[in-house]
């Protein structure tokens, strides 16, 4: 194997005035366009055949005849490294930053590219220096486009991780003259940079309009592929996750580590995290938020442990391991606070498809039970070619009254399950009229989102009958994804539940892979997914999101954008009403991960022209902590017509289980603009934990979200 004192290197040059400080440098490499599959073998740190980006799935390169004629301007430049070295398609040049011995060019630091002609471009392409861990690679960055030099408009930042392969920051196509890099962070925490190509990403195809439909804003770039994101209720913060390491996952890898990634939307900066005190590799897992706003992430790669963040000490901490060790399994908050999961695949030793019963976690106690009588067979799907291992993946738990706990999918068969005593399982139905479609189907990798908690109102789409369409040869195995869609609305708990179409016949395209997002007005945003499930590839993938209003039964198409978001992506409602939707991959194979997400920006946030709409602003809050049956209070600057709850929620693998909406109904009181409302009675409708209490304009535009936390309800409690 090759290493970094084996590879035929020429010294060369981070310049301190005359003198150089040492590197390694390939003498003499041929120019390479950034490829579609480019393994660099040897990175200073010793790791080796890291995967890089997919690239930008529209577009191409702007080649080097082009490259010529452009002017590049740059903040702080090195004799002999000037900036124009990053366009002259040498990889044997670099642009660096100025060192002397008296001073440095400190950070941040701009190159701006003139492209001499309005293009439309999509991607800003980075290449490092081979040693890129040692120092001077760029980490943190903001890339922004102009017409004319003037007006300036961000579209992506965020942090690159520090190895050698290409970087893009990728976005929607746009029409645009001049390209600014600003670096704001480098590697080994160096004051200077070096590039040694920036390539600039264009498309002949037309952006179409979208005004009124949405927009797609700046791309988020994470130093990892984010198989799973949750936010952190109390900071607002995004912490994202891959594996134990930032592109690849390993079944029966040693190291039982994760790499996480958290993203402040109020300061654009992400940082990196490695949970190593866990002993925990937290790929694949059941995710939950307890009632006081802690992350509780069950099992994955590391299949038999759990651990916890608490966002209030920015602390992951081990707790007590499950009974039964699983990855892909369902994981659901209780209306008596306490977590329960069911379902799932391997075990500690590898695959392992004997006992996957349900149990239960008790946050206070720090204590696991399992019920014998609640048995994974019982909820499972029966279509899958891939039998067991994929029976009872990523199953879909909904908390209700009584204590209960609804299973609305991926299995065709629903079913009430209650976690008291030695547990019960009953059936709930089949989901789908059978007078409108008589032969229906398991549903796996579908969505499934509590949009209205109140009314018990549940929309359940996409999937297929197997995880994937094809097996790893290319043979047709099952069917493709639906674009069914139902809405299921619960009542009380063991009894037959009623279902409906949801929309014209369903989604306008069939998805698996996708996510379904509630939005604080009461509709469900589907985006992603693809209508050829097959893992870790990008065949057929749906690039136009759609919304689901249930007031009108109608699915609208929104604005589409550019990059697949498939196997290991997610997507989030953020605290300012947007989405983000991002990840992708996690692979050393191929060429499909995923570095970044992009944020989604609903049309009730815009006017009818595109700008952004004016928002109500909540002034004052009373207590936001409050046991159901309580009462909220608030002041707002402008008259609001309705308010929602929406749960904190963790998504990964097509699931979001805590997401729930609460409508609340307002009422006046004292002075203008001034509101209460009352939480729900039931604690199975206002599941405990932390939510984001929204309330809305005549013009339907939401405000910023505050915190509420609903406790558990004293008949509940122990």
Same mark, same amino acid.
């Given at each position: 194997?090759?290493?970094r004192?084996?590879?035929?290197v020429?010294l060369a040059?981070?310049?301190?005035?005359t003198?150089?400080i040492?590197?390694?440098?390939?003498?003499q490499?041929?120019?390479?366009?950034?490829?579609?599959h480019q393994?660099?073998?040897e990175?200073?740190?010793g790791?080796f055949?890291?995967?890089?980006?997919?690239?930008?799935?529209?577009?191409?390169q702007?080649? !080097?005849?082009?490259?010529?004629?452009w002017?590049v301007d740059?903040?702080? %430049?090195?004799?002999?490294h000037?900036?124009?070295?990053?366009?002259?398609?040498?990889n044997?040049?670099?642009w660096?930053?100025k060192v002397?011995?008296?001073?440095?060019d400190?950070?941040? /630091?701009?190159?701006t590219?003139?492209?001499?002609?309005?293009k439309n471009v999509n991607?800003?392409?980075?290449?490092?220096?081979p040693?890129?861990?040692?120092?001077?690679?760029?980490a943190? /960055?903001?890339?922004?486009?102009s017409r004319?030099k003037?007006?300036? %408009?961000?579209?992506?930042f965020?942090?690159?991780?520090?190895?050698?392969?290409d970087?893009?920051?990728?976005?929607?196509p746009q029409l645009a003259q001049?390209?600014?890099?600003?670096?704001?962070?480098?590697?080994?925490?160096?004051e200077?940079?070096r590039?040694v190509?920036?390539? +600039?990403w264009a498309?002949d195809?037309?952006t179409?309009?979208s005004?009124?439909?949405g927009?797609?804003?700046?791309?988020?770039?994470?130093?990892l592929?984010p198989?799973?994101?949750?936010?952190?209720?109390i900071?607002g913060k995004?912490i994202?996750?891959?594996?134990?390491?930032h592109?690849?996952f390993g079944?029966g890898?040693?190291?039982?580590?994760?790499?996480t990634a958290?993203?402040?939307?109020t300061?654009?900066?992400?940082?990196q995290?490695?949970v190593?005190e866990?002993?925990h590799?937290?790929f694949?897992?059941?995710?939950?938020f307890?009632?006081?706003?802690?992350?509780?992430i069950?099992?994955g790669?590391?299949?038999d442990q759990?651990s916890i963040?608490d966002?209030t000490?920015?602390e992951?901490?081990?707790?007590?391991?499950?009974k039964?060790a699983?990855?892909?399994q369902g994981?659901?908050t209780?209306a008596?606070?306490?977590i329960f999961? +069911?379902?799932g695949?391997?075990?500690p030793v590898?695959?392992?498809?004997g006992?996957?019963?349900?149990?239960i976690?008790?946050p206070?106690?720090?204590?696991?039970?399992?019920f014998n009588?609640?048995?994974?067979?019982?909820?499972?799907t029966h279509?899958?070619w891939e039998?067991d291992?994929r029976a009872?993946n990523h199953v879909?738990?909904?908390?209700?009254?009584?204590n209960?706990i609804f299973q609305?999918?991926p299995?065709?068969?629903?079913?009430w399950? $209650?976690?008291?005593g030695?547990?019960?399982?009953q059936?709930a139905g089949i989901?789908?009229?059978?007078n409108i479609?008589?032969?229906?189907?398991?549903?796996?990798c579908?969505?499934a989102?509590?949009?209205d908690a109140?009314e018990?109102?549940?929309?359940?789409?996409?999937?297929a009958?197997?995880y994937?369409?094809?097996?790893?040869?290319?043979?047709?195995k099952?069917e493709k994804a639906?674009?069914?869609a139902h809405?299921?609305?619960?009542?009380?708990p063991n009894e037959?539940?009623?279902? !409906?179409?949801a929309?014209?016949?369903g989604m /306008?395209?069939?998805?698996?892979?996708?996510?379904?997002?509630?939005l604080?007005n009461?509709?469900?945003?589907v985006?992603?997914g693809q209508?050829e499930?097959r893992?870790?590839t990008?065949?057929?993938p749906?690039?136009?999101?759609e919304?689901y209003?249930?007031?009108?039964n109608?699915?609208?198409?929104v604005?589409?954008?550019?990059?697949p978001?498939?196997y290991?992506?997610f997507?989030?409602l953020?605290?300012d009403?947007?989405?983000?939707?991002?990840g992708?991959?996690l692979t050393?194979?191929?060429?499909v991960?995923?570095?970044?997400?992009?944020?989604?920006?609903?049309?009730?946030?815009l006017?009818s022209s595109?700008?952004?709409a004016t928002?109500?602003?909540i002034?004052?809050?009373?207590?936001?902590?409050?046991?159901?049956?309580g009462n909220?209070?608030i002041?707002?600057?402008?008259e609001?017509?309705?308010?929602?709850?929406?749960r904190?929620?963790?998504t990964?693998?097509?699931?979001?289980n805590?997401?729930?909406?609460?409508?609340?109904?307002l %009422?006046?009181v004292?002075?203008?603009?001034?509101?209460? $409302?009352?939480?729900?009675?039931?604690?199975?409708?206002?599941?405990?934990?932390?939510y984001?209490l929204f309330?809305?304009?005549?013009?339907?535009v939401?405000?910023?979200a505050?915190n509420?936390q609903i406790?558990v309800?004293?008949?509940?409690?122990?």
């Amino acid at each position: 194997m090759l290493s970094r004192l084996t590879v035929c290197v020429s010294l060369a040059s981070v310049f301190v005035g005359t003198e150089s400080i040492r590197i390694k440098w390939p003498s003499q490499l041929p120019f390479l366009q950034h490829g579609v599959h480019q393994n660099v073998l040897e990175k200073g740190d010793g790791m080796f055949g890291t995967m890089g980006p997919a690239p930008p799935r529209f577009g191409k390169q702007i080649p !080097q005849e082009e490259r010529d004629t452009w002017k590049v301007d740059c903040t702080s %430049k090195l004799t002999k490294h000037e900036c124009i070295k990053v366009v002259d398609g040498r990889n044997n040049t670099f642009w660096q930053t100025k060192v002397t011995r008296e001073s440095i060019d400190v950070l941040p /630091h701009n190159i701006t590219i003139d492209l001499r002609e309005v293009k439309n471009v999509n991607a800003l392409s980075m290449r490092p220096l081979p040693d890129a861990d040692l120092g001077g690679a760029v980490a943190g /960055h903001k890339v922004y486009i102009s017409r004319d030099k003037k007006a300036w %408009k961000l579209v992506a930042f965020g942090t690159w991780f520090g190895d050698v392969q290409d970087k893009f920051a990728g976005f929607e196509p746009q029409l645009a003259q001049y390209l600014r890099l600003e670096v704001t962070s480098a590697t080994n925490g160096t004051e200077y940079v070096r590039i040694v190509d920036l390539g +600039v990403w264009a498309t002949d195809v037309p952006t179409p309009s979208s005004l009124g439909l949405g927009e797609w804003g700046p791309t988020v770039n994470f130093p990892l592929v984010p198989v799973g994101a949750f936010i952190d209720p109390i900071g607002g913060k995004v912490i994202s996750f891959s594996s134990y390491a930032h592109d690849r996952f390993g079944q029966g890898v040693t190291d039982h580590t994760t790499l996480t990634a958290t993203w402040d939307p109020t300061t654009y900066a992400i940082s990196q995290r490695h949970v190593r005190e866990t002993n925990h590799d937290m790929f694949c897992p059941g995710m939950a938020f307890d009632v006081n706003g802690r992350m509780v992430i069950s099992g994955g790669e590391t299949a038999d442990q759990v651990s916890i963040y608490d966002p209030t000490k920015d602390e992951w901490t081990s707790v007590a391991p499950m009974k039964i060790a699983r990855g892909y399994q369902g994981s659901i908050t209780c209306a008596n606070g306490k977590i329960f999961i +069911v379902g799932g695949s391997w075990g500690p030793v590898g695959l392992d498809f004997g006992d996957r019963n349900g149990e239960i976690y008790d946050p206070d106690m720090d204590t696991w039970t399992k019920f014998n009588d609640i048995k994974s067979e019982d909820i499972q799907t029966h279509e899958d070619w891939e039998g067991d291992y994929r029976a009872d993946n990523h199953v879909w738990l909904m908390g209700w009254r009584n204590n209960s706990i609804f299973q609305a999918g991926p299995s065709k068969e629903m079913h009430w399950i $209650m976690p008291t005593g030695t547990g019960a399982v009953q059936s709930a139905g089949i989901r789908g009229p059978a007078n409108i479609n008589p032969i229906r189907h398991d549903r796996m990798c579908g969505v499934a989102a509590m949009y209205d908690a109140v009314e018990g109102k549940i929309l359940a789409a996409g999937g297929a009958p197997s995880y994937n369409y094809k097996d790893s040869n290319g043979a047709i195995k099952s069917e493709k994804a639906t674009r069914e869609a139902h809405v299921i609305t619960l009542d009380r708990p063991n009894e037959e539940v009623d279902v !409906q179409i949801a929309g014209d016949g369903g989604m /306008h395209f069939p998805r698996s892979f996708a996510h379904a997002v509630i939005l604080p007005n009461g509709e469900t945003l589907v985006v992603g997914g693809q209508e050829e499930p097959r893992v870790f590839t990008e065949d057929t993938p749906q690039l136009t999101p759609e919304i689901y209003s249930p007031t009108e039964n109608v699915w609208t198409k929104v604005a589409p954008n550019t990059v697949p978001r498939v196997y290991h992506s997610f997507a989030l409602l953020l605290r300012d009403a947007t989405i983000l939707v991002g990840g992708g991959g996690l692979t050393n194979q191929l060429p499909v991960n995923h570095f970044d997400a992009q944020i989604y920006i609903p049309q009730y946030l815009l006017t009818s022209s595109g700008s952004r709409a004016t928002r109500p602003i909540i002034t004052e809050t009373g207590d936001p902590t409050v046991f159901p049956g309580g009462n909220l209070t608030i002041a707002t600057d402008s008259e609001i017509v309705s308010a929602s709850l929406v749960r904190y929620g963790g998504t990964t693998h097509s699931l979001n289980n805590d997401q729930r909406r609460i409508p609340l109904t307002l %009422k006046e009181v004292g002075p203008p603009y001034s509101y209460s $409302m009352l939480i729900p009675e039931d604690g199975g409708v206002a599941i405990p934990g932390y939510y984001m209490l929204f309330v809305l304009s005549a013009q339907g535009v939401p405000s910023k979200a505050t915190n509420v936390q609903i406790l558990v309800s004293p008949e509940y409690q122990e």
